[in-house]
């Protein structure tokens, strides 16, 4: 597993080389946009900056999904993980019972368009 992400995180190595098998495109943007409103927002805020109603403050700067900086910890694969298996501390839910595989790699392309270039 992957140890360089926060320690709560459960992360294969392999993550790390995992491309997007998704074609990026607008349609497959606006799928993702709707997923993310749907399922992300309430905690993500609706354009990703970590300001949800459900949002826990303490948390924020991690959740703002927009920051340049946190694009380098999170290319495509990492970012998959993430939301396919979420962790308990800081609460991230788990979409591997709610979205199909493609579902997750739509969001995976949507949450990375959201990430202000450095």
């Known amino acids: 597993m992957c140890t360089a992400q926060a320690s709560a995180w459960k992360i294969p190595r392999s993550a ?8 990026i495109t607008d349609a ?7 997923l993310f409103r749907e399922h992300c ?3 993500h805020g609706s354009q990703g900056k970590g300001n949800g109603p459900d949002a826990d403050p303490k948390h924020r700067l991690h959740m703002d999904l927009t920051r340049a900086a946190g694009a380098a910890g999170n290319p495509d694969g990492i970012v998959f993980h993430k939301i396919l298996n979420g962790r308990s501390d800081p609460k991230m839910p788990s ?3 709610k979205l199909t595989t493609e579902q997750v ?8 368009s959201l990430r202000a270039k450095s």
Do not use: M, S
Request: aromatic share 10%.
């Open 16 to 23: 790390l080389q995992e491309k997007n098998p998704v074609a």
């Open 28 to 34: 497959t943007l606006a799928v993702g946009r709707r």
């Open 41 to 43: 927002a309430d905690c």
């Open 95 to 97: 979409f591997k019972d």
């Open 105 to 112: 790699w739509t969001l995976v392309a949507y949450v990375q």
